[in-house]
C-alpha cells in the first residue's frame, strides 16, 4: 500500500531463447505527489506447470516524485526446475514461458514470454 502511484514502461529480454541466463529489466517511475517505495514482482508460467504465476523474484525500489529507476532481473535454467516422473527428480521443461511483471500477482502491470529448448 502506497500514498502514491508508479507506472511501469520498457520491459526488456536480453533473449527470447534462456540458455544460460536471461536478464529482465523494466523502468519503474513515480507518477504521484510524493516519494514512496514500490515492490517489483516477476513472476512466471509455463504451460503444462500447475502453477498459473510462480513468483521468482522481487526488488524493493525508492522513488521520489517523479523519479524514474531501471529494475533488474536474472533468470537462469535452475530457476526454473520442476519435479519430473519421468527422470524421477528435478528438471527444465522444454516450452514457451509467459513472464509477468507487476505490483502483486492480482496487478500484472506487463507481460512478455520466452523459449527454453532442451537439446
Known amino acids: 500500500l502506497s500514498y502514491t502511484k508508479f507506472k511501469y514502461s520498457n520491459l526488456k ?3 527470447t531463447v ?4 536471461i536478464e529482465i529489466t523494466v523502468t519503474v517511475k513515480n507518477t504521484g505527489n510524493m516519494d514512496g517505495d514500490e515492490v517489483v514482482q516477476l513472476y512466471i508460467h ?14 524493493r525500489v525508492h522513488l521520489k516524485k517523479g523519479e524514474s529507476k531501471q529494475v533488474t532481473f536474472l533468470l537462469k535454467p535452475d530457476d526454473l526446475l520442476h519435479y519430473s516422473v519421468i527422470v524421477d527428480g528435478l528438471a527444465v521443461f522444454s ?5 509477468m511483471i507487476g505490483a502483486s ?3 500484472i502491470r506487463m507481460q512478455s514470454s520466452f523459449l527454453i529448448k532442451n537439446n
Not at 534462456?18 to 541466463?21: D, G, H, I, V
Not at 509455463?46 to 526488488?59: D, F, N, S, T, V
Not at 516450452?95 to 513472464?99: A, F, S, T
Open 13 to 15: 529480454l536480453s533473449s
Open 18 to 21: 534462456l540458455n544460460e541466463k
Open 46 to 59: 509455463q504451460q503444462g506447470q500447475q502453477a498459473i504465476k510462480e513468483l521468482k523474484g522481487y526488488r
Open 95 to 99: 516450452g514457451k514461458v509467459e513472464l
Open 105 to 107: 500477482s492480482q496487478d
